[in-house]
């Protein structure tokens, strides 16, 4: 008897509402372009603060955003900014439109194999490839042979700007190789000397970064800290957090800090740009 009416006071207890992480706790999710960014912080913050456990995972920016909505993480990495449906849900879920934290800049890099002779191009020559109308790397000024281009899948902040920016939203090529992240784009051009993808400029390793040209008659322009910062690349891009409110407690704590000079500054170590 007395077992079940212990029972029957646990049911009537109210339940204490469900949260991302536990004191002390904060969880990061989103961006594969960022998930390396995001781990450096965490670790240099957390070398600072080990009273506080900072989590951080990948798995695409629309992955992350959509743990935001969720509720499965504190702050959501994202190389893409988010979109109106998503602020709604947000909105409609918790009552916020969500807070959009700009906190560093990226150059979208095109990558060639490093033996390609091909130093530039255009931005149509770009959308002709990635839709499937150029085939050929002769019909822009390389060999004769078929180009092989990788993508990155639909989940990706990286993909979507691709597509809006340089596709103006038109459907990728089927012939595009789709990969999980952007070091498997880096690795699979690095060996197909007839491969061409895209992603952040900080994965860069083993392949060749093409310059990029607005248009035929404009300047071909690298992406560096120079033209990234002042906008002049063509493929230059804000990466955010995105938090569900205002931040508070242990994740204003970590966001102040990497908006400081010392956070700033680890941007341009692990390969980006800082936000100012």
Request: proline letters at 5%; one cysteine or more.
């Amino acid at each position: 008897m007395k077992l079940r009416t212990l029972l029957a006071g646990l049911l009537l207890l109210p339940l204490a509402p469900i949260s991302a992480a536990v004191a002390g706790t904060v969880t990061i999710k989103g961006s594969d372009t960022m998930v390396i960014l995001g781990q450096r912080w965490a670790e240099e913050y957390m070398k600072k603060h080990p009273e506080t456990v900072i989590q951080v995972t990948g798995g695409g920016s629309g992955t992350g955003i959509s743990a935001l909505i969720n509720g499965t993480t504190d702050i959501c990495q994202s190389s893409r900014a988010m979109k109106p449906p998503e602020k709604e849900k947000l909105r409609d879920r918790y009552n916020n439109p969500g807070t959009e934290i700009p906190v560093a800049r990226d150059g979208l890099a095109v990558y060639v194999n490093a033996t390609s002779a091909l130093t530039e191009l255009s931005m149509d020559q770009l959308k002709g490839i990635f839709t499937g109308k150029i085939t050929n790397w002769k019909d822009i000024g390389g060999p004769d042979a078929k180009i092989i281009p990788y993508s990155r899948e639909n989940s990706s902040g990286t993909y979507v700007f691709f597509k809006e920016h340089v596709l103006g939203g038109a459907d990728f090529t089927a012939r595009a190789q789709t990969m999980p992240g952007t070091a498997a784009v880096v690795n699979a051009v690095s060996k197909e000397k007839f491969g061409i993808g895209y992603g952040g400029a900080a994965y860069a390793k083993g392949i060749k970064i093409l310059k990029v040209k607005k248009d035929a008659a404009s300047p071909s322009i690298a992406p560096d800290k120079t033209t990234v910062m002042n906008g002049t690349y063509a493929l230059a891009r804000p990466l955010f957090f995105y938090l569900r409110a205002k931040a508070a407690g242990d994740a204003k704590g970590f966001i102040d800090w990497v908006l400081s000079p010392e956070g700033q500054a680890i941007v341009e170590k692990v390969g980006y740009y800082p936000i100012k």
